[in-house]
């Protein structure tokens, strides 16, 4: 008989190198999703106004929230809030929670099998769920933003579209809110998913450093704005169609005649204002479900 301890592996590390539960992963990105947006808001509303008119446009980020605050009220940077905490709540904790899943179905397994490629089409796959779900909140988020004066109540909203429009005005723009996640998506989680072997490569800092996420995350969101805003001007546009009038028939014809009547450059507009929402909205909401991740015993993304 040996006399010689027996090393045990200690349960934690069983745990964490245990496959996490799928609820646990949603509801986790659900969370940081949810605490994100609360403080984040504004800055969505202060952008969609500027998409939808031309007049807060030509204000810019400063004179638009200077003119929504001066007319409405403060508490109208907050408009829709209640839409957008149940858009988070959907749309966003699954396409955060669905990406390491998505990633091993796309063959993701290895170092060597994990591509640049296979990190984008993960995300993107990802992303287009969780779009399908979060749509009809996406639609009532934007109708509340856009709304002048009064603040508008969530459940009014709703009925007046369904009274206007029945249920398919719940995925009006849905084409082009799916095409713009899976670009988000697919450009958010693959550039965070690089960014972060690069930057752990060049400190030698461990992927569960705090500031190897920051930085990764902060250039996850200017890569996301760069590619995202032409998909964000389309369906912005198409969500907020007057209920009596139908100006663009699809993403397409949207694209068509924003570039024919106003030209390309009008799919960028409101650059500024996405960057400013893109960059805090990314890094503190990858950063809290990173976090979360390893307070449950998680490894890092």
Same mark, same amino acid.
């Given at each position: 008989?040996?006399?010689?301890? #027996?090393? #045990?592996?200690?349960?934690?590390?069983? $745990?964490?190198?245990?496959?996490?539960?799928?609820?646990? #992963?949603?509801?986790?990105?659900?969370?940081?999703?949810?605490?994100?947006?609360?403080?984040?808001?504004?800055?969505?509303?202060?952008?969609?106004?500027? #998409?939808?008119?031309?007049?807060?446009?030509?204000?810019?980020? +400063?004179?638009?929230? @200077?003119?929504?605050?001066?007319?409405?009220?403060?508490?109208?940077?907050?408009?829709?809030?209640?839409?957008?905490?149940?858009?988070?709540?959907?749309?966003?904790?699954?396409?955060?929670?669905? /990406?390491?899943?998505?990633?091993?179905?796309?063959?993701?397994?290895?170092?060597?099998?994990?591509?640049?490629?296979?990190?984008?089409?993960?995300?993107?796959?990802?992303? +287009?769920?969780?779009?399908?779900?979060?749509?009809?909140?996406?639609?009532?988020?934007? @109708?509340?933003? %856009?709304?002048?004066?009064?603040?508008?109540?969530?459940?009014?909203?709703?009925?007046?579209?369904?009274?206007?429009?029945?249920?398919?005005?719940?995925?009006?723009?849905?084409?082009?809110?799916?095409?713009? +996640?899976?670009?988000?998506?697919?450009?958010?989680?693959?550039? /965070?998913?690089?960014?972060? *072997?690069?930057?752990?490569?060049? %400190?030698?800092?461990?992927? %569960?450093?705090?500031?190897?996420?920051?930085?990764?995350?902060?250039? $996850?969101?200017?890569? *996301?704005?760069?590619?995202?805003?032409?998909?964000? *001007?389309?369906?912005?546009?198409?969500?907020?169609?007057? $209920?009596?009038? @139908?100006? /663009?028939?699809?993403?397409?014809?949207?694209?068509?005649?924003?570039?024919?009547?106003?030209?390309? $450059?009008?799919? !960028?507009?409101?650059?500024?204002?996405? !960057?400013?929402?893109?960059?805090?909205?990314?890094?503190?909401?990858?950063?809290?479900?990173?976090?979360?991740?390893?307070?449950?015993?998680? @490894?890092?993304?």
């Amino acid at each position: 008989m040996s006399l010689t301890p #027996q090393r #045990q592996t200690p349960l934690l590390a069983t $745990a964490a190198a245990a496959p996490p539960p799928l609820l646990q #992963q949603l509801g986790m990105a659900g969370c940081a999703a949810v605490i994100t947006v609360t403080f984040i808001h504004p800055i969505d509303v202060v952008k969609t106004r500027i #998409q939808v008119s031309s007049e807060y446009g030509k204000l810019g980020m +400063a004179g638009s929230t @200077k003119k929504i605050v001066g007319a409405e009220g403060v508490g109208a940077l907050w408009k829709g809030i209640n839409a957008a905490w149940l858009r988070e709540s959907s749309y966003t904790s699954l396409r955060l929670g669905l /990406y390491e899943p998505c990633k091993v179905a796309f063959g993701c397994t290895t170092p060597e099998s994990t591509t640049f490629l296979k990190k984008f089409a993960a995300g993107s796959a990802a992303g +287009a769920l969780g779009s399908t779900v979060g749509n009809p909140f996406d639609v009532l988020k934007t @109708k509340m933003m %856009t709304t002048e004066g009064k603040v508008p109540s969530i459940t009014g909203t709703a009925k007046e579209l369904f009274k206007n429009q029945g249920i398919k005005g719940f995925y009006r723009g849905i084409d082009s809110n799916v095409a713009r +996640a899976m670009v988000l998506n697919g450009t958010k989680m693959s550039c /965070y998913d690089t960014t972060k *072997m690069l930057v752990v490569e060049t %400190t030698g800092l461990s992927k %569960t450093s705090l500031l190897v996420q920051f930085l990764s995350a902060g250039a $996850a969101g200017f890569f *996301m704005t760069c590619t995202v805003s032409p998909f964000d *001007m389309i369906r912005t546009r198409l969500m907020n169609q007057p $209920a009596d009038a @139908k100006i /663009y028939n699809n993403a397409l014809d949207c694209f068509v005649k924003i570039v024919k009547n106003e030209g390309p $450059a009008t799919l !960028w507009r409101g650059f500024i204002p996405i !960057w400013s929402r893109f960059a805090p909205t990314t890094t503190i909401q990858l950063v809290i479900f990173e976090q979360l991740r390893g307070v449950m015993g998680m @490894k890092a993304l």
